[in-house]
């Protein structure tokens, strides 16, 4: 079993391009979560997915949108990226009971 | 708002010694409170968690106190090893309210250097 899995690692973008990141889990877990890791302020919820066909809003939705296409992948989009967007993602999906299981995450530069 | 709140933001300790993380939350609603360890460039692993119907859980070197009163808790390193030196995030969540998920909210993150 891989776990959870994310494309790219890493990832440099100027100003307004767009792109998709990528997570897959092989647990048959229900829900999956990303998350961006910030220096000094610990992890911040973006969206999450609590089954197949549903997605909701986090903490810091704002400037993503994300895609459950199957139970299996979560991915998230930036449609015009802004510096602010500089972070450290990371994909989780969660076992019972609140057990979440991290990916290796995405490092993305926005220039 | 920042509903959990974890100090220090480092911390450094000789091998051998007790590392401890302290954290203190606001939401009366949460009710499980896991800790995760961190190496670097590497994604958060679970370390070890607990409910608020126990005051102490261990787990080899590792134990959570919990101060239910206070909506603190905190983890204790005993005998830290250089192979320890990680950041470490606690976190919560409420685990009842019907749902078969939970969000997390996390603490800042405690940066731990054993030194040898």
């Known amino acids: 079993n891989a776990g959870v899995t994310q494309t790219p690692k890493f990832q440099v973008l100027k100003t307004g391009q767009s792109m998709t990141l990528q997570c897959a889990q092989d647990m048959n877990h229900n829900s999956m979560y990303w998350y961006r890791q910030d220096p000094g302020m610990g992890l911040r919820l973006i969206y999450y997915s609590a089954s197949e066909g549903t997605t909701d809003k986090g903490e810091v939705p704002n400037g993503y949108n994300v895609s459950r296409l199957n139970k299996r992948e979560f991915s998230l989009r930036l449609e015009s990226a802004a510096p602010s967007q500089t972070s450290v993602y990371f994909c989780a999906s969660e076992a019972r009971p609140r057990e979440q299981y991290f990916g290796p995450g995405t490092r993305l530069t926005v220039t | 708002q920042q509903q959990v709140k974890q100090s220090p933001q480092s911390l450094i300790v000789q091998k051998g010694g007790i590392s401890i993380i302290n954290c203190a939350y606001e939401n009366t609603a949460f009710d499980y409170f896991p800790w995760y360890q961190q190496f670097p460039g590497k994604g958060p692993a679970l370390l070890i968690a607990?409910?608020?119907?126990?005051s102490e859980k261990k787990e080899g070197r590792f134990t959570i106190s919990f101060n239910k009163s206070a909506k603190q808790f905190s983890l204790h390193i005993m005998d830290s090893q250089p192979g320890d030196s990680a950041t470490y995030f606690c976190?919560?969540?409420?685990?009842?309210?019907?749902?078969?998920?939970?969000?997390?909210?996390f603490g800042q993150g405690t940066i731990l250097t054993v030194h040898p």
């Open positions: 607990i409910r608020p119907d126990v």
């Open positions: 976190a919560a969540t409420p685990l009842g309210g019907g749902t078969s998920y939970g969000k997390l909210t």
